[in-house]
């Protein structure tokens, strides 16, 4: 039998073919509409967020840290300037792996661990694609040895920075200060904005009171980078504004010659020129050099600078508090003058101490003999204690307040540097605030010869040995003579008044200033020998301040007190006598009577300042590479 032949539904196949080519036309066509709606989105509607993402892959926007300004002394003399470095740079958000990554590099440059812990703690404060100091100061055998393995460390790279440094090292080291890598604690008081890309900040001293000048402006530039995170071009870039220059009041040269006087000795000298209350030198000893601490300080020589007990952190010129002892005696003498206490014009027998009526306690003069009758000129000639015990008990301790006040004691002289100490300058108000307790005659008579409750810092003496020297015109003491940048004009240094001490009687300041110069250059002179051989004349005033006190039956015997409990040795004075052009105070701890330690020290520093020549000036022209010629140094003088 043949098989039955299927007829083909040829209009039905065909509907059927169209229908589901219709169907998949409708899918196609809405696949495509999905896909341009989706194309639409991402092309147009989201346009701008994605080209921003793509951007940031692509683009970084990095901060460029300014040039900081550089200090000069008021010669020109460089006291801190940048050297270009190299440091090593890691970009986070360019690592994969930050351990691995360290440890690897490691092994091709050397990594110590305050180098790890620094920049372990500048990652958490950092930006991601902010580059962040890994070390600094590379050498050139440490950037060619980096420069053959760059390609194994991808957001890793060698950068030339510009670093503080400080060429004549310890040198002024309290008054010029140090930057030091921003801390934390900084950073919560500093403008994120303003330090982007900074990696230093004044720590201490000018570099820090003058921190928003030195520093300038920070910069940007928009670069475009690779998968590596690399640099290919800048697409954009406004240059930072650098820091301004300053200019000091201190003449280095004097500054190097008063440091070289001290020698050794732990101690303070404050030289201030009376004219315009310019700082001229600002010595506190023993110092340190400043530039241990500019790429961060190791633990260990930080913990024996802040162990020693020489104490070299501690700023003795701004922040030491001293009894001032007789250097006190010449403003009492002045108090009693212009106040118009008889005993100023009378005389005062002295048996080699002093007893207050009714009371068997004695109250010794220095020299055990006693200096017989004396008057006010002869009391501050010789020094002698028992003329001011009855003065000051004369005055009284709240005129002694009073008048003192006027020449800056108990008081910051408002100098632009940032922790002054005040040191005090006892008043029966101050006791009772201070120590609720009343104030008693007895520390009324030791107040007379600066011992007690009063302090005082070697900048306080200074300043007030100017106002001295100046009959009564009391200034800011200033340690910057200009700031600004290269090209601009200086603008003339204007001395700022703090107060005018009228004086009742012009013979008085007169009286008090020839006995001053006596002091120095009369025959009994306590600070005689410093006046030998003198071209020009010195006012001025020894003095001894008890580190403790002896009892009445003892004697003050140095050579079986230990080091540190000697007395201190001070001295104030002012030079040329008749037209002063520098006043100073100096205080030498531990250093015995003024006469034998810290006149001495004046002497020499008096001579570099007024003489004809300073060899410590051609020294510092050697040390300093030849920034200023010795005329331009010796120009201002």
Same mark, same amino acid.
Request: hydrophobic share 40%; aromatic share 8%.
């Given at each position: 039998?043949?098989?039955?032949?299927?007829?083909?539904?040829?209009?039905?196949?065909?509907?059927?073919?169209?229908?589901?080519?219709m169907v998949s036309a409708v899918v196609v066509l809405c696949l495509a509409l999905?896909?341009?709606?989706?194309?639409?989105?991402?092309?147009? @509607?989201?346009?701008?967020?994605?080209?921003?993402?793509?951007?940031?892959?692509?683009?970084?926007?990095?901060?460029?840290?300014?040039?900081?300004g550089r200090i000069f002394d008021r010669n020109g003399v460089v006291l801190a300037?940048?050297?270009?470095?190299?440091?090593?740079?890691?970009?986070?958000?360019?690592?994969?792996?930050?351990?691995?990554?360290?440890?690897?590099?490691?092994?091709?440059?050397?990594?110590?661990?305050?180098?790890?812990?620094?920049?372990?703690?500048?990652?958490?404060?950092?930006?991601?694609?902010?580059?962040?100091?890994?070390?600094?100061?590379?050498?050139?055998?440490?950037?060619?040895?980096?420069?053959?393995?760059?390609?194994?460390?991808?957001?890793?790279?060698?950068?030339?920075?510009?670093?503080?440094?400080?060429?004549?090292?310890?040198?002024?080291?309290?008054?010029?200060?140090?930057?030091?890598?921003?801390?934390?604690?900084?950073?919560?008081?500093?403008?994120?904005?303003?330090?982007?890309?900074?990696?230093?900040?004044?720590?201490?001293?000018?570099? !820090?009171?003058?921190?928003?000048?030195?520093?300038?402006?920070?910069g940007f530039q928009q670069v475009e980078t690779n998968a590596l995170g690399r640099?290919?071009?800048?697409? =954009?870039?406004?240059?930072?504004?650098?820091?301004?220059?300053?200019?000091?009041?201190?003449?280095?040269?004097?500054?190097?010659?008063?440091? !070289?006087?001290?020698?050794?000795?732990?101690?303070?000298?404050?030289?201030?020129?009376?004219?315009?209350?310019?700082?001229?030198?600002?010595?506190?000893?023993?110092?340190?050099?400043?530039?241990?601490?500019?790429?961060?300080?190791?633990?260990?020589?930080?913990?024996?600078?802040?162990?020693?007990? =020489?104490?070299?952190?501690?700023?003795?010129?701004?922040?030491?508090?001293?009894?001032?002892?007789?250097?006190?005696?010449?403003?009492?003498?002045?108090?009693?003058?212009?106040?118009?206490?008889?005993?100023?014009?009378?005389?005062?027998?002295?048996?080699?101490?002093?007893?207050?009526?009714?009371?068997?306690?004695?109250?010794?003069?220095?020299?055990?003999?006693?200096?017989?009758?004396?008057?006010?000129?002869?009391? @501050?000639?010789?020094?002698?204690?028992?003329?001011?015990?009855?003065?000051?008990?004369?005055?009284?301790?709240?005129?002694?307040?009073?008048?003192?006040?006027?020449?800056?004691?108990?008081?910051?002289?408002?100098?632009?540097?940032?922790?002054?100490?005040?040191?005090?300058?006892?008043?029966?108000?101050?006791?009772?605030?201070?120590?609720? =307790?009343?104030?008693?005659?007895?520390?009324?008579?030791?107040?007379?010869?600066?011992?007690?409750?009063?302090?005082?810092?070697?900048?306080?003496?200074?300043?007030?040995?100017?106002?001295?020297?100046?009959?009564?015109?009391?200034?800011?003491?200033?340690?910057?003579?200009?700031?600004?940048?290269?090209?601009?004009?200086?603008?003339?240094?204007?001395?700022?008044?703090?107060?005018?001490?009228?004086?009742?009687?012009?013979?008085?300041?007169?009286?008090?200033?020839?006995?001053?110069?006596?002091?120095?250059?009369?025959?009994?002179?306590?600070?005689?020998?410093?006046?030998?051989?003198?071209?020009?004349?010195?006012?001025?005033?020894?003095?001894?301040?008890?580190?403790?006190?002896?009892?009445?039956?003892?004697?003050?015997?140095?050579?079986?007190?230990?080091?540190?409990?000697?007395?201190?040795?001070?001295?104030?004075?002012?030079?040329?006598?008749?037209?002063?052009?520098?006043?100073?105070?100096?205080?030498?701890?531990?250093?015995?009577?003024?006469?034998?330690?810290?006149?001495?020290?004046?002497?020499?520093?008096?001579?570099?300042?007024?003489?004809?020549?300073?060899?410590?000036?051609?020294?510092?022209?050697?040390?300093?590479?030849?920034?200023?010629?010795?005329?331009?140094?010796?120009?201002?003088?």
């Open positions: 039998m043949q098989p039955l032949t299927t007829l083909k539904d040829v209009p039905r196949e065909t509907r059927a073919f169209r229908a589901r080519l999905i896909l341009i709606a989706r194309l639409v989105k991402l092309q147009i @509607i989201d346009y701008e967020h994605f080209r921003t993402l793509s951007d940031d892959n692509r683009i970084k926007v990095v901060p460029i840290a300014p040039t900081r300037e940048n050297i270009p470095t190299y440091s090593l740079e890691v970009v986070p958000e360019s690592v994969d792996d930050m351990d691995a990554m360290l440890a690897a590099l490691g092994k091709v440059i050397r990594l110590g661990k305050d180098d790890l812990v620094r920049f372990r703690r500048a990652l958490t404060r950092t930006r991601r694609f902010e580059s962040v100091p890994l070390r600094l100061r590379l050498s050139e055998e440490e950037v060619a040895r980096f420069a053959v393995n760059r390609q194994r460390f991808p957001g890793v790279d060698v950068q030339a920075r510009l670093t503080r440094s400080y060429p004549l090292g310890s040198l002024a080291a309290h008054l010029v200060g140090y930057v030091g890598r921003i801390s934390e604690a900084e950073l919560q008081r500093l403008d994120p904005a303003e330090y982007r890309g900074s990696t230093y900040v004044g720590k201490v001293g000018v570099e !820090r009171s003058f921190e928003r000048e030195l520093h300038g402006t920070v640099t290919i071009r800048v697409i =954009q870039r406004r240059d930072p504004v650098p820091g301004k220059d300053i200019y000091l009041t201190l003449d280095a040269g004097l500054q190097a010659a008063a440091e !070289r006087a001290l020698g050794k000795a732990k101690g303070a000298l404050v030289a201030i020129d009376p004219v315009t209350g310019g700082v001229l030198a600002f010595v506190s000893l023993p110092a340190y050099d400043p530039n241990l601490f500019v790429d961060g300080i190791d633990r260990a020589s930080y913990a024996a600078l802040l162990g020693s007990p =020489q104490r070299p952190l501690f700023n003795r010129a701004l922040n030491g508090q001293y009894p001032p002892g007789s250097t006190i005696k010449p403003f009492m003498g002045l108090a009693g003058l212009e106040d118009n206490v008889k005993k100023a014009r009378g005389t005062v027998w002295c048996p080699g101490w002093f007893r207050l009526p009714g009371r068997k306690h004695r109250y010794r003069d220095w020299k055990k003999g006693g200096h017989g009758r004396v008057n006010l000129h002869k009391a @501050i000639v010789e020094s002698c204690d028992v003329y001011f015990y009855q003065l000051a008990l004369d005055l009284g301790i709240d005129r002694i307040h009073d008048f003192l006040a006027r020449f800056g004691f108990g008081q910051r002289t408002g100098i632009s540097l940032k922790g002054e100490s005040a040191g005090v300058l006892p008043s029966r108000a101050w006791k009772r605030a201070a120590r609720g =307790q009343p104030w008693y005659p007895g520390e009324t008579v030791i107040t007379g010869i600066g011992q007690g409750y009063m302090l005082a810092t070697p900048l306080q003496l200074a300043s007030a040995t100017a106002t001295l020297a100046t009959g009564g015109r009391r200034l800011r003491p200033r340690v910057v003579r200009w700031r600004g940048r290269r090209g601009e004009s200086a603008v003339p240094m204007v001395a700022d008044v703090l107060d005018t001490i009228k004086p009742q009687r012009r013979e008085n300041w007169r009286e008090i200033a020839s006995a001053m110069v006596d002091v120095v250059h009369g025959r009994h002179g306590t600070a005689r020998r410093i006046g030998v051989g003198a071209s020009y004349r010195i006012a001025g005033k020894t003095g001894t301040a008890q580190v403790f006190t002896i009892a009445q039956d003892k004697k003050y015997r140095a050579s079986e007190i230990a080091a540190r409990l000697r007395d201190h040795g001070l001295f104030i004075s002012y030079a040329p006598a008749d037209a002063p052009r520098i006043a100073l105070a100096v205080v030498v701890e531990n250093g015995g009577g003024g006469s034998r330690s810290a006149a001495p020290v004046a002497r020499k520093v008096l001579d570099a300042y007024l003489g004809t020549g300073s060899p410590a000036r051609d020294t510092l022209m050697t040390r300093n590479g030849g920034t200023a010629s010795r005329s331009a140094v010796l120009a201002s003088r």
